[in-house]
């Protein structure tokens, strides 16, 4: 009877298994959930995604603008594509959006998992890791963070593709599956390059020595991994210029990211600049956890053989984030790569297997203790990516904060008319200048000038906005960050304030050296030369610049009062 009991139980359990990949999605976005209530984040990038973006709109030119030319100097054609279908489906609805991300980033769990199981760890326990991956606290911003729909998208369909992939070695026979689903993974985010490398690892560690069937079997795929890496490069180092992006590997991070992709001991939406002696704990966790996995091979050839295997793909992996500029490589973020930290859980699996199974309650009591570190770590830290004031906030807290997230903070304190928040930028650029080199101490001062006047003109007093029309008249060369954020609206302040005074020449006079810098967009340019021509009596040119400024923004009330204004004179 008991005997009986057992096996039937055993059953049922065998049966649930085929559940097993629905759990593994739903499980990995659990955490996650509160983001379906979350806003966009404007200034950081859901802006030029989405709510700003002019090719938002699902028609033939958009389509073709998407294919033939980049986003943020990044060729990603199919994430453009798939944010417009959400804009017919969601409009300004960022629930809609967020939503999206959720069943992706649960498709992404799902198909780990998945690919968990055809290196043969057990299901229990792929399931697991599998989770163990979705809840890594580096992964809110990927989730939480609309304009990252390219790296979730690019995810699942390079897992998709792995997944495939390794179905067609099993049969040793090659399909198309796993070479289309690759080549969409590429248009939607080229982190992915290293894909084809993985591929050979894992055809390699299956068939070794067969060099005809591994022909076989990885032509299809070689062949679409070189013509998009040819497509992505080609259209993005087209404009690396304006990306400032590629360089040499930098591999000092790469222990860094092993440890990360298991327990990250910093977290920082805006990556600040690393002090070297806070990293080496993250840097000794990382080659604890190597080593660990080394040494787990033991003696046994076959073993030592796919540890070396999995250092060759965590390296290759690493290479897209390594080679993409200071910024990215500054700090471990899981949006710059899911296949690092998806590596890193499998050589987990594939490693400690025979532990897994020998020491069952130490491996249990450590996966739920890291289990519940990450919930509660994503539950805290998810509230970051609600709001930008509270993203470039916590950015900003940080002992070197990123010139980046310093920018942030002043661009949303502008947004929101906020003189109190400029105020607090400006003063964090003072105070970071002599923690500099040499070669930036100029831009952080006249970033932290230029911000602390603005912030005073913006409050309201008098002498504030005569002294920042004087500082921006002066012919002295400065140096700022994305000055077209911050110069139009402390020219548009300083010239009110001459208005009011009555010095209509001077903010006349000032207007007109906007123009001449050039300081703004096209629309803050038209608008400038109207008021600069209203102001000398040049009516004229007045309504010219204006109805040209509200072809540019249709919805612009302040402006059609001004036009209309303008309509009445002679």
């Not at 798939?82 to 992404?108: S, T």
């Not at 949303?412 to 040499?438: I, K, M, T, Y």
Request: contains cysteine; aromatic residues 14%; proline residues 6%.
């Amino acid at each position: 009877m008991e005997s009986g009991r057992i096996s039937g139980w055993m059953q049922s359990v065998r049966r649930f298994r085929r559940y097993f990949p629905l759990v593994a999605a739903v499980c990995a976005v659990l955490p996650f959930l509160p983001s379906l209530g979350y806003g966009f984040l404007y200034e950081w990038d859901d802006g030029g995604f989405v709510t700003e973006n002019a090719h938002i709109a699902l028609n033939w030119p958009n389509l073709v603008h998407a294919f033939t030319t980049t986003l943020q100097s990044v060729y990603t054609p199919l994430t453009s594509v798939w944010l417009m279908a959400d804009h017919v489906l969601f409009g300004d609805w960022a629930g809609g959006y967020h939503l999206v991300n959720l069943l992706l980033y649960g498709g992404c769990g799902a198909l780990l998992f998945l690919i968990m199981r055809r290196l043969r760890i057990p299901a229990s326990a792929a399931l697991l890791l599998a989770v163990l991956w979705a809840w890594n606290p580096g992964k809110c911003e990927s989730v939480a963070w609309i304009a990252e729909r390219k790296g979730l998208a690019s995810s699942f369909f390079a897992f998709a593709s792995f997944w495939c992939f390794m179905r067609d070695c099993r049969r040793e026979r090659a399909g198309w599956a796993a070479p289309v689903l690759m080549l969409i993974a590429f248009l939607f985010k080229p982190w992915v390059l290293p894909l084809p490398g993985v591929m050979c690892l894992y055809a390699w560690s299956r068939h070794p020595g067969e060099y005809r069937k591994l022909l076989k079997l990885l032509w299809p795929v070689m062949a679409a991994g070189c013509a998009g890496a040819l497509l992505v490069m080609g259209m993005t180092f087209r404009d690396l210029s304006v990306s400032g992006g590629g360089g040499a590997p930098d591999f000092r991070y790469v222990l860094r990211y092993f440890g990360a992709a298991v327990w990250p001991f910093s977290l920082n939406p805006i990556h600040p600049r690393p002090v070297w002696g806070s990293l080496l704990p993250e840097l000794a966790w990382g080659a604890v956890l190597a080593a660990g996995l080394w040494c787990a091979a033991g003696r046994s050839r076959e073993r030592l053989r796919v540890s070396l295997l999995f250092t060759l793909a965590f390296l290759g992996t690493a290479l897209p984030v390594l080679t993409s500029g200071g910024f990215t490589n500054a700090d471990y973020c899981d949006r710059y790569n899911f296949l690092l930290s998806a590596v890193a859980w499998c050589w987990i699996g594939v490693a400690g297997g025979r532990y897994f199974r020998r020491f069952p309650r130490v491996s249990a009591w450590a996966a739920g203790i890291l289990l519940a570190g990450c919930l509660l770590t994503d539950l805290v830290y998810l509230e970051t990516f609600s709001d930008t004031r509270l993203l470039f906030g916590r950015a900003a807290a940080a002992d070197r904060p990123a010139p980046k997230a310093l920018e942030g903070l002043a661009l949303v304190a502008v947004n929101r008319s906020d003189p109190g928040l400029l105020h607090q930028a400006g003063a964090l650029f003072l105070a970071q200048q002599p923690f500099q080199p040499e070669s930036r101490r100029k831009t952080y001062f006249d970033m932290g000038t230029l911000l602390t006047r603005l912030a005073r003109s913006m409050a309201g007093e008098a002498a504030a906005g005569r002294e920042l029309a004087a500082y921006l008249a002066a012919d002295v060369p400065r140096d700022y960050y994305t000055p077209e954020a911050f110069l139009p609206p402390a020219y548009s302040l300083a010239a009110g304030r001459l208005i009011q005074d009555g010095n209509a020449a001077e903010a006349a006079a000032l207007l007109e050296l906007q123009l001449k810098r050039k300081a703004g967009d096209a629309y803050q340019l038209h608008f400038s030369s109207g008021l600069a021509g209203f102001l000398t009596k040049d009516f004229e040119r007045a309504r010219r610049e204006w109805r040209a400024a509200l072809e540019l923004r249709p919805g612009d009330a302040r402006l059609r009062e001004n036009l209309k204004r303008a309509e009445a004179m002679p």
